[in-house]
């Protein structure tokens, strides 16, 4: 079975450190990845999905970066957190096309930035 | 801007009653849509969905309804548990854009005994 895991599960970190949000998927391979987050009030945001290794795009502009270095690990990061970075991440996988299936989502990255 | 929208961020239900949770989205082509749950402290999961084909997809106590003309989707969780005290999200996708789904800000749901 396909499991995903993404960790820390919570982390406080002050303005202008480093992030480092990590996530892998067992139990298949090629899956689609995601990074969503989850700002309080509001609904699920993309923030960037691969749909293969090294191939990352990016929906909102701002200061985090993904990437993919292996087929099955998909990372979170930024070089100066924000305090408007703060939130719950949420890594997820998808066996392809989500209109022909759902998103698996890892157990979620609760962020706050003081 | 929020193609997927939630108006009522919460609702209260008592057990054995019917919870309804109502979903409008502005993208036309939207062609397939999807209910997530999700617990405190957890990601969410997936709970129904509906292709633009259809107008009622039912799944046990879960059943959507899509009222394309109207851009408006529904779910009906009929008796409802104490379990079901959750927050559900809307989701989206248009077809040619596939591999992204566009969330609503979610309903809370409580289900009292």
């Known amino acids: 079975s396909q499991t995903i895991h993404q960790w820390p599960a919570t982390l406080v970190q002050p303005v202008g450190s480093p992030l480092s949000l990590e996530c892998t998927v067992e139990g298949t391979s090629n899956p689609n990845l995601y990074w969503y987050r989850q700002a309080a009030g509001r609904g699920l945001q993309l923030l960037f999905y691969?749909?293969?290794?090294?191939?990352i795009s990016s929906e909102v502009p701002q200061n985090l970066s993904a990437s993919r270095p292996q087929d099955r690990q998909f990372i979170l990061s930024s070089k100066k957190l924000l305090l408007s970075d703060s939130g719950f991440y949420l890594c997820?996988?998808?066996?392809?096309?989500?209109?022909?299936?759902?998103?698996?989502f890892g157990e979620g990255s609760r962020l706050t930035v003081l | 801007d929020q193609q997927v929208k939630q108006n009522s961020p919460s609702l209260s239900v008592q057990e054995g009653r019917i919870s309804i949770l109502n979903c409008d989205y502005t993208n036309s082509m939207f062609d397939y849509f999807l209910w997530y749950k999700k617990y405190p402290a957890e990601g969410p999961t997936f709970l129904i969905s509906i292709s633009s084909i259809k107008d009622k997809n039912e799944d046990g106590r879960f059943t959507v309804f899509l009222n394309k003309s109207a851009k408006h989707l529904s779910l009906h969780i009929v008796p409802s548990q104490p379990g079901d005290s959750a927050v559900y999200f809307c989701a989206a996708s248009v077809g040619s854009n596939d591999y992204k789904l566009s969330f609503g800000a979610g309903t809370t749901v409580t289900v009292r005994a």
């Open positions: 997820a996988w998808s066996w392809g096309r989500v209109d022909t299936g759902e998103l698996f």
């Open positions: 691969s749909v293969g290794i090294g191939q």
